[in-house]
């Protein structure tokens, strides 16, 4: 039996151009990666434009125009490539990002196995009941109406991105308001706000960042949320409200503990929900907090070692993880993984989607047993986890100033602040 494994791999973000490099290392392995825009990066490929592109297709990319990354440098290297090496910030501007990708793919060589301006339309398995089953891909240019084309693929890995779906908030009264409603995906500049009363909902980073943002140009901006408080210190300009909203009037949002706001523009800063048009409905089950909860570690789900996803968990953020997710599947497809048996698989993956949600902070555990099911590679270092810990100390005590300093790692267990 031939080893040769033809694998198809959708989108070339982040997650896809780990998966292109880490896949493509396997000389066995014949990789295809479909993506729908015009060129590599996925949400780090900036553009004005929002709502749609000129074909008409959803414009994918949440990113704006001042956003600088949240997480330390050591924590968005990915492996033999340090920012360092390129001349990069700790904490990089989206355009740096894309330009560090960019790096890595022409390094690699991999930008050849990309077919742009192509949108997938189906992927079905070929044999449901079968664990190895090979899927059929249908595909067409966005450029040409009716272009369609079908190939079978041993293996498929999804990476189309966990921001590219909005999740809106169901709020009474939303048609009625007249100022100006949108979600935090569409937003890209504070200077289209000036003079504006705005109101925010969600204090995740999202939300505090644009708030600070905003309040440079905006006449007022309230920052609502509810959390016990905001995980940072607020500038006296911002008015943090501790309540969600309940309703809309024509001029203004009332908030669950009835108070009233008089605004000119909402963002809501609510995140995000997984969409994945292409597959047959139930491959993928959500349950609780919209996140997925049938797949093993987060990758597969436990009837097949064919289908792969990235980037599930919404709240890791690092560089690495995505580099460690792709070495599981090289791994799994390899055959070198030791994973437990259907039983107790099942066990673990009613346990993880009922009880335990992957985030920045528990994702060095996460990380941990990914590479103990691979024994292919070694995971973090437990000196990450003291940079971001230091760094999310930093944020909740001055936000407008964490992005400031330089970590610089020194062997697995220290680290220098400067």
């Known amino acids: 039996m031939s080893d040769i494994k033809r694998i198809g791999i959708i989108g070339a973000g982040l997650h896809g151009i780990s998966a292109l490099r880490r896949l493509s290392q396997n000389e066995n392995f014949k990789i295809k990666c479909f993506e729908r825009n015009f060129d590599l ?5 900036y553009t004005d434009q929002i709502k749609e592109d000129i074909y008409g297709r959803p414009i994918t990319s949440a990113i704006y125009h ?7 440098g050591p924590l968005m290297e990915i492996d033999d490539y340090p920012l360092e ?18 790096w890595i793919v022409d390094d690699c060589d991999i930008r050849k196995l990309i077919k742009f301006n192509t949108e997938v339309k189906e992927v079905k398995p070929v044999d449901l009941s079968a664990k190895d ?6 595909y067409g240019d966005i450029r040409h109406k009716n272009d369609l084309q079908t190939e079978e693929f041993d293996a498929v890995v999804v990476c189309n991105g966990n921001c590219s779906v909005p999740k809106y908030p169901d709020v009474e009264n939303q048609e009625e308001f007249e100022g100006l409603l949108l979600h935090s995906m569409w937003y890209r500049r504070p200077e289209n706000f000036v003079d504006l009363k705005v109101a925010l909902l969600g204090c995740r980073y999202t939300g505090i960042d644009l708030a600070f943002e905003l309040s440079k140009f905006a006449k007022k901006v309230y920052l609502c949320h509810n959390w016990t408080k905001a995980p940072t210190i607020l500038p006296d ?3 943090e409200k501790r309540s969600s909203f309940k309703r809309f009037t024509k001029s203004s949002v009332i908030l669950d503990n009835d108070d009233e706001l008089d605004v000119d523009a909402v963002i809501y800063c609510t995140g995000y929900k997984h969409e994945f048009k292409f597959l047959p409905e139930g491959i993928v089950k959500i349950g609780k907090n919209s996140d997925v909860s049938n797949f093993f570690k987060y990758i597969f789900p436990a009837e097949w070692r064919t289908l792969f996803f990235m980037g599930i968990p919404r709240q890791v953020s690092f560089f690495k993880m995505s580099d460690h997710e792709a070495l599981f599947i090289r791994s799994v497809l390899e055959n070198k993984a030791k994973l437990p048996n259907d039983e107790e698989m099942q066990k673990i993956i009613e346990y993880d989607g009922a009880n335990r949600r992957i985030t920045c902070h528990n994702q060095f555990d996460w990380d941990k047993e990914l590479a103990h099911y691979a024994g292919t590679f070694q995971p973090y270092p437990p000196v990450m986890k003291k940079v971001w810990d230091h760094y999310f ?5 001055d936000f407008s100033n964490c992005k400031k300093n330089t970590y610089k790692v020194q062997g697995n267990e220290s680290f220098s602040v400067e």
């Open 66 to 72: 001042n956003l600088r990354t949240v997480t330390p």
């Open 85 to 102: 090496k390129y001349g990069l910030p700790c904490f990089m501007t989206h355009q740096q990002v894309l330009q560090y990708l960019n």
């Open 41 to 45: 990066g996925g949400t780090w490929l």
């Open 393 to 397: 100390n930093s944020w909740s005590n």
């Open 133 to 138: 089953t090979k899927w059929k891909i249908t």
């Open 237 to 239: 300009n911002i008015t």
